[in-house]
């Protein structure tokens, strides 16, 4: 206990009274991860101000082999910021970190801080005729930080990748409170291994990123957005590639949804309503967009386009968006899909990915495998077609209790379905990251290549073990412990 309190004094004397607490009122709401699966203990939660106090605070970790968990807006999806419940972690929070350091619209670029919330960052750039071209429904509370450490991806992949796509430069704190000094946007660098890249997807394991320079483009000129309804998933597909042939560059969002899912949000989502008067099996939600005012109206591009793919019968009906406002409550159903499932009881929510292609292969195979070999279950199958994501929902019988349900077939149900993603030639995660959700699932399904690599690089640069212990990284068979 006094070794404990010598280091925990150390700490507070970085940070301050402002940067430390270790009551238990104050950290209660950061111990649970957001889908409320997971929750730890900590002996104190830090809020470094700057850089250099994240590296004093890892440099006293490391001489003391104190667990270091980093921690964004918490609203992961995996637990991957979320502390065991051994009590000995120190939580530390970024989000003191929120400053925007430079804006430069001339090279398309913005530097700021890890902890600079979502929205905090697109309202910035607008003000400055730029966006970032990455959203999500958590944007309100997630950041930079914690987007970089999970590659997050969202709805605009399709035309501007995912977070690894958008970082040019990063800072970062290693585990033994040396400092990474990459922030430079270089177009070429050859000086090997690209060191940034570690940091992208490493869900805090090998270090604290602390700042990143990100890919900023023009704000949008304008954009039209459309609702269709098709009869399959096999019709959608047909469409995207339809589409994204004639207006790659200005075709921005693709998203499919069953009607299920729709049915769900117009249930329990107050203020939507049903896009078009007639029912569908599926539905696609269409984004195309204009950010140079020489570029052709998307207006008229998504009305010729889709007056042809009628003709083609690729489509049932559509409509498009007569008002910006009118915009959002098409994205705000797509965006309420996760919400309204929760609310429409209990179902086990798998973020997977397919090659393009095969995805609606994959949902027309998988989802009656699923509903057959686990009677009165229902598949809810959506997402980002021109990306391969199919956020993968099972949702339990009528009638389930929910915590029972989740214990008894959550570990007969995930591995079937991860499975026929292996199968399909898939990723068990798309865009959420593995976190502890799916760490033994990553060692099960993962070959001898890949798990050694994601060992061999975690033991250089975090020997002693103590970033994010128990998170991404799988054990080795011969290993015990977190």
């Excluded at 090279?107 to 071209?133: K, S, T, W, Y």
Aim: charged fraction near 20%; include cysteine; aromatic fraction near 4%.
């Amino acid at each position: 206990m006094p070794e404990t309190m010598q280091w925990l004094k150390q700490m507070e004397s970085v940070v301050g009274a402002k940067g430390f607490t270790s009551a238990g009122d104050d950290m209660a709401p950061w111990l649970t991860d957001w889908r409320g699966r997971y929750t730890g203990a900590a002996t104190a939660m830090i809020s470094p101000a700057n850089t250099r106090e994240t590296s004093e605070i890892l440099k006293i970790a490391n001489e003391n082999a104190v667990a270091i968990v980093p921690q964004g807006g918490n609203s992961g999806m995996v637990g991957g910021a979320t502390p065991d419940d051994s009590g000995h972690s120190i939580l530390l929070s970024l989000r003191r970190m929120d400053q925007i350091r430079a804006i430069e619209s001339d090279d398309q670029l913005v530097m700021c801080e890890a902890g600079v919330i979502l929205q905090n960052l697109h309202e910035a750039l607008a003000d400055e005729g730029q966006r970032f071209p990455l959203t999500l429904g958590g944007k309100g509370s997630a950041t930079v930080g914690g987007l970089i450490s999970t590659n997050a991806g969202g709805t605009q992949v399709l035309r501007h990748g995912t977070m690894r796509s958008l970082v040019v430069g990063i800072e970062a704190v290693l585990p033994n409170g040396d400092i990474f000094e990459g922030l430079a946007a270089l177009k070429k660098d050859n000086r090997g291994y690209d060191l940034k890249q570690l940091f992208v997807g490493g869900e805090g394991t090998l270090g604290v990123v602390t700042a990143a320079t990100l890919k900023s483009v023009p704000a949008l000129v304008d954009r039209c957005v459309a609702w269709a309804g098709v009869e399959s998933t096999d019709a959608a597909y047909q469409l995207f590639q339809f589409l994204n042939s004639r207006t790659p560059q200005s075709l921005e969002g693709f998203e499919i949804i069953p009607a299920s899912c729709l049915t769900s949000v117009l249930r329990h989502i107050p203020g939507t309503r049903p896009p078009l008067e007639e029912s569908h099996s599926w539905h696609v939600l269409i984004e195309i967009v204009r950010d140079q005012p020489e570029a052709q109206d998307p207006r008229s591009i998504i009305e010729n386009l889709l007056a042809e793919a009628l003709e083609r019968n690729l489509i049932e009906d559509a409509t498009l968006a007569a008002s910006e406002q009118q915009a959002e409550d098409f994205w705000k159903i797509r965006d309420s899909i996760a919400e309204a499932e929760r609310a429409n009881g209990p179902a086990l929510q798998h973020d997977i990915s397919v090659p393009v292609p095969g995805m609606a292969k994959f949902i027309n195979t998988a989802s009656p495998v699923i509903e057959a070999k686990f009677p009165g279950t229902e598949v809810a199958a959506f997402g980002h077609m021109g990306d391969g994501n199919v956020h993968f929902h099972v949702k339990a019988p009528a009638g389930a209790k929910a915590q029972e349900w989740m214990r008894d077939y959550s570990t007969q149900i995930t591995p079937l379905v991860h499975d026929l993603v292996i199968a399909a030639g898939g990723s068990i995660s798309a865009e959420h990251g593995i976190g502890q959700n799916k760490r033994t699932e990553l060692g099960r399904l993962s070959s001898d290549a890949r798990l050694s690599m994601l060992r061999a690089i975690k033991m250089a640069l975090d020997p002693k073990n103590i970033m994010n212990p128990g998170k991404l990284v799988p054990l080795a068979s011969s290993q015990s412990g977190s």
